[in-house]
């Protein structure tokens, strides 16, 4: 029985882990996987709380090395000062900083939301842009936060927002064994069709905050028991 088990395991990895020949089984495998976590979190979204473009681009840059709901805090009250890309322009550094110190990484962050607004002052008359280059040539902004606004503010579907629920998922979930995330991200893309790329981070990023959690995770109630190769 135990060398069964161990078998079973080895196909599913072998099938599942950083293929991007895609066979039936896996496909299927994989449907079965993003259906029943759909079922699990219904209308997941963003957890970045935001009205529009420029709210998601400045939480975005804040959410790094912290947490959604610290960001969503600060955010309560940045946003009623703040209220356009010209306001973060002509923001005081020394005072903003001081605004958004518990996020962590101020002083950086700071640099960049100030820089990044300027700029879209500048070059796209104060708009965030829906296209991916000309967000990745915004200060502090790589293809993951790109990936988030082009998802949650635009609904389009550039690529796969890889953060770190999402990267230890995929490994998890004999996904794929790169450990890099673009590379995580390509491996990502090719895997799951297209028009699941924006909901699959926010269903993975939901179930590894409330599941598959960094440390001990709940296996026993994980609602993909079944579907998991690092149970069956």
């Known amino acids: 029985m135990e060398n069964g088990r161990k078998l079973l395991l080895k196909m599913k990895g072998e099938m599942l882990a950083g293929s991007v020949e895609k066979s039936a089984s896996g496909e299927t495998h994989l449907a079965a996987m993003i259906a029943a976590l759909k079922n699990s979190y219904s209308g997941a979204t963003c957890a970045l709380e935001h009205v529009d473009p420029l709210q998601l681009l400045v ?22 000062r703040y209220r356009s890309a010209t306001d973060y322009a002509n923001a005081d550094p020394t005072a903003f ?9 101020f002083q950086n962050k700071t640099k960049n939301i100030i820089g990044c607004c300027k700029k879209l002052v500048a070059e796209h008359g104060g708009k965030v842009p829906d296209d991916l280059d000309a967000l990745v040539g915004l200060p502090g902004v790589g293809r993951k936060t790109a990936n988030v606004v082009l998802g949650a503010a635009f609904g389009i579907a550039v690529g796969v927002v890889v953060d770190t629920h999402v990267k230890r998922l995929s490994g998890r979930l004999g996904l794929t064994r790169e450990t890099d995330p673009e590379k995580i991200e390509a491996v990502l893309m090719k ?10 981070s926010n ?27 690092k149970i069956i």
């Open 59 to 80: 939480a975005t840059i804040l959410s790094a090395q912290c947490t959604d709901k610290r960001v969503n805090l600060v955010t309560k009250d940045l946003f009623k």
């Open 97 to 105: 900083a001081r605004e958004i110190r518990s996020t962590g990484f």
């Open 191 to 200: 895997l799951i069709p297209r028009e699941d790329w924006i909901v699959f």
């Open 203 to 229: 269903l993975l990023i939901l179930h590894g905050r409330n599941r598959c959690v960094a440390r001990s995770p709940d296996c026993a109630g994980c609602e993909i028991a079944s579907l998991c190769p």
